[in-house]
C-alpha cells in the first residue's frame, strides 16, 4: 500500500489521527501502512509499516495512566539499564522534536521499533512454556536487581499495597451503594477473616527485611516475546505498570493466574483448583533465574505471595461487585463476584497445600546453588 493509498483509506476510516501520530516520529522508510494490532485492553496498539521497517505505535489510556511523563520517564530508564546489560527489550522512539512521545489533540502516542520474529501465547500450552515465563520473569528481576527502584515513579498508587486494598474493602462494605452486601457476607467474612496477611510484605519492604525493587506487576504470559522459531523467551514487554515493589508481588500474581485450573470467572467451582505441578514449573524456572539475587526471606515468602496476591485480587472483585461494578469490566450483574468466588476457592486450596509449596520451594533454592 502507499502512503497516498494509506491516506486515502485513512479519510475513509477516520484513522487521520493515526496518521498524524506516525508523522510526529522520525520514521525510517516510507509510510504504507498502518492498521490494529495485538488484543491489548488499556492502550490502542498499531502496526506501522514502512519500506524499511515496521513499528509499534500506541495511542496510551491516560485516563488509566494520567501521569504520562514519569510513566514514560519509568520506562526509558529500565529500558536503558537493560540494554546496558546486553538484555533485549522495548526501545522507545523519540519525536521529531525528542519527546518520549507525541501530545496530538485526540490523545498522546508513542512509538517502539517492532521486534521481529516473535510470537506471544495467550495461555501456556504446556508445562515447559509456563516454566519458561517464570524463568523469563525470573531473570528480569535478576537483572535489574543492581538497578535502584527508588530512582522509578509510582504510577499508579497504592497498586500492591494490600493493606490499602483492604481499607478500600471494608469501605465498600460499609456504604454498601448497591445494597448487596447482605447476600454475600460470607465471602466478605472470609476477607475478614484473613486480615492478619495483608501488611506482611509492605510491612518487610518498610523495615528492610525484604528489598524493594523493579516490579513489572503485569506478569502475564502475553507480556513475553517468544523467538518464533525455538519458542523461548526473548523479551518482556508492556512495562506501563513498571513501578517500584517487591519481587513477591509478579511472583504471586503469576501462580493466580498461572497455576490455576479454570478460567477467573468460571462459575462452576468444582472445576477450579489449585495445581501444585503448575506452581512448580513456575517456581523452578522463576527461582532458578534469580537464584543470584534472591534472599532467603524472599525465597520464604514465594508461597504466602501467591495466596496473598489471589487475596488481594478477589477482594478486589468483591469490592468492585459491592460499589456497583465501576472498575472491572463486567459481562453480567454477578460477574465480580464469581471472580471473587474463583479467588477464594483458589487461596482455600493454597493453605491446604501450603507444606507442598514450601517443600518446593526449598528444594530449587538447594538444587540451583
Not at 41 to 55: D, E, M
Not at 89 to 109: N, R
Amino acid at each position: 500500500m502507499t502512503s497516498a493509498h494509506t491516506s486515502a483509506t485513512a479519510e475513509r476510516t477516520g484513522i487521520d489521527p493515526v496518521l498524524s501520530a506516525v508523522g510526529r516520529f522520525p520514521i525510517e522508510g516510507r509510510l504504507e501502512s498502518v492498521s490494529p494490532y495485538g488484543s491489548g485492553h488499556i492502550n490502542v496498539t498499531y502496526l506501522a509499516v514502512t519500506s524499511a521497517k515496521r513499528y509499534i505505535l500506541q495511542k496510551m489510556n491516560t485516563d488509566v495512566f494520567p501521569d504520562t511523563d514519569n510513566l514514560m520517564r519509568n520506562i526509558e530508564l529500565v529500558t536503558a539499564f537493560l540494554r546496558g546489560r546486553g538484555v533485549e527489550t522495548l526501545h522507545v522512539i523519540h519525536t521529531v522534536d525528542d519527546k518520549p512521545y507525541a501530545v496530538l489533540p485526540d490523545g498522546s502516542y508513542r512509538l517502539y521499533d517492532f521486534i521481529e520474529n516473535t510470537v506471544t501465547y495467550q495461555m501456556a500450552p504446556d508445562r515447559t512454556v509456563f516454566s519458561d515465563s517464570g524463568a523469563a520473569f525470573g531473570r528480569f528481576q535478576n537483572h535489574l536487581a543492581a538497578f535502584d527502584a527508588s530512582e522509578l515513579t509510582e504510577t499508579i498508587p497504592h497498586f500492591h499495597d494490600t493493606p490499602h486494598r483492604y481499607q478500600d474493602f471494608t469501605r465498600a462494605v460499609k456504604e454498601d451503594r448497591m445494597g448487596r452486601a447482605a447476600g454475600v457476607r460470607k465471602e466478605i467474612d472470609f476477607y475478614r477473616a484473613h486480615e492478619d496477611d495483608y501488611p506482611v510484605v509492605m510491612k518487610a519492604l518498610d523495615d528492610g527485611t525484604i528489598p524493594l525493587r523493579v516490579t513489572h506487576n503485569d506478569t502475564k504470559l502475553n507480556n513475553i516475546l517468544m523467538d518464533a522459531v525455538t519458542h523461548k523467551p526473548r523479551a518482556i514487554i508492556d512495562l506501563d505498570t513498571i513501578m517500584p515493589g517487591s519481587m513477591l508481588f509478579d511472583f504471586g500474581d503469576s501462580i493466580r493466574f498461572g497455576a490455576s485450573t479454570a478460567l477467573e470467572d468460571e462459575k462452576d467451582l468444582s472445576k477450579v483448583h489449585f495445581s501444585t505441578d503448575l506452581f512448580a514449573a513456575y517456581a523452578e524456572g522463576f527461582v532458578g533465574a534469580v537464584r543470584p539475587t534472591i534472599t532467603e526471606r524472599e525465597a520464604q515468602l514465594l508461597p504466602f505471595s501467591a495466596r496473598l496476591l489471589t487475596l488481594e485480587c478477589g477482594m478486589r472483585f468483591l469490592a468492585d461487585y459491592l460499589v456497583g461494578d465501576t472498575y472491572f469490566a463486567t459481562a453480567y450483574p454477578e460477574h465480580n463476584l464469581v471472580r471473587a468466588r474463583t479467588q477464594i476457592k483458589l487461596v482455600q486450596e493454597m493453605e491446604q497445600k501450603d507444606g507442598q509449596m514450601q517443600n518446593i520451594i526449598a528444594c530449587i533454592m538447594k538444587d540451583a546453588k
